[in-house]
């Protein structure tokens, strides 16, 4: 019987703890700076994908162009076909845009590289059975990835 009442006054004490820190909670928030409490600043609002690929594309994979836009990777099932495009977040004044799709072996690489107010590409490659390398660059800003997006068959070219 004593074990009983000494796990109740152990299991009422925690409990108490816990209510007390909750209680407290919203003070410690209240005491915080407004600008610690301040959630990130809005992000541009993300490209979407605009079709210029053509009919039986559809987005493999993408990468965020910082705040400026973003690349996209498509693929055609029906044709093996992979297609990249640059999109610009906001269109404006035409800026240093590329869009660039490749794979290793044998070394080949499209790329589509200007000055443009909107999206750079579509660049397209017969890369079916392969890994590809895709890259979109918007005023100095690159992303993309190496050696992704790796079709069923290995690179027997």
């Given at each position: ?24 909670a919203p003070a410690a928030v209240a ?127």
């Open positions: 019987m004593i074990d009983i009442r000494r796990a109740a006054a152990i299991g009422a004490a925690v409990t108490a703890t816990a209510c007390a820190a909750v209680a407290l005491a915080e700076p407004a600008a610690q409490r301040a959630t990130a600043a809005p992000k541009a609002a993300a490209a979407q994908y605009n079709g210029v690929c053509g009919s039986g594309y559809t987005v493999v994979n993408s990468a965020q162009i910082g705040i400026k836009g973003t690349v996209f990777l498509t693929y055609n099932s029906a044709t093996g076909k992979n297609c990249v495009v640059t999109v610009r977040n906001k269109p404006g004044k035409a800026v240093h845009m590329t869009a660039s799709l490749g794979f290793a072996s044998p070394t080949t690489t499209v790329t589509d590289t200007g000055y443009f107010t909107t999206y750079a590409g579509p660049v397209h490659l017969d890369a079916r059975g392969l890994c590809v390398t895709w890259r979109g660059e918007i005023s100095g800003e690159v992303a993309g990835k190496n050696g992704t997006n790796c079709g069923s068959r290995a690179a027997n070219r």
